[in-house]
């Protein structure tokens, strides 16, 4: 009985201490930003091909750890209020993908944009988070403006940028080795002062 009554008390200190984490709420969704315990869990999803098929591609640990240290890490304090964040399932914790604020790279154009875990497809979670996230960025941010690009195959992913008010500006390359072997992408994007005017 006296671990049951330590267990019951510990749950919720966990729940408290994960939930104050989060920095952006919508109904379902929370976004927090990602720490070095969750390589595990990024070194996963960059192994799932059909995750990863417009990602950028398969990881190894070792590129999945350059990715977090570099791309994620790091580039919070080098760009505060910018960010790759996690994003989790507010009824259950669990780490379904992640959404992103952050530069293109190689450029200086903020991008908006998501990957999600295969479990998590199908459900309107890139829809509901990245709403919510180009919110901020336009009201909290003041960002003048914000884009999306997508490989030019991934229907499902411009869907989702047109769906949160994105407009498409048809194709563009971008030379950085991240985009350069898929050739020219979709690009969208939406002036802050024009998102504004529609609220």
Request: charged share 25%; aromatic share 10%.
């Amino acid at each position: 009985m006296m671990r049951q009554q330590n267990l019951d008390v510990k749950i919720p200190r966990l729940m408290s201490m994960c939930a104050a984490d989060y920095w952006l709420t919508t109904e379902r969704l929370a976004l927090r930003r990602f720490t070095a315990d969750d390589i595990d869990w990024l070194a996963e999803l960059y192994r799932d091909a059909d995750v990863t098929r417009y990602l950028g591609g398969l990881r190894d640990r070792r590129g999945a750890e350059e990715l977090l240290n570099v791309r994620i890490l790091q580039y919070y304090d080098l760009h505060p209020g910018l960010g790759i964040w996690m994003t989790v399932e507010r009824t259950t914790n669990e780490r379904i993908g992640y959404h992103l604020l952050n530069h293109i790279q190689g450029e200086t154009i903020i991008q908006i944009g998501y990957g999600l875990a295969k479990a998590a497809w199908g459900k309107g979670f890139g829809t509901e988070m990245a709403a919510a996230v180009l919110r901020y960025g336009f009201v909290d941010l003041k960002l003048p403006r914000v884009a999306g690009i997508t490989h030019i195959d991934n229907v499902a992913s411009q869907r989702v940028l047109q769906k949160i008010g994105l407009h498409s500006r048809g194709t563009r390359f971008f030379p950085h080795p991240a985009y350069a072997a898929n050739g020219p992408m979709a690009f969208f994007e939406r002036e802050a002062t024009d998102w504004l005017a529609e609220r």
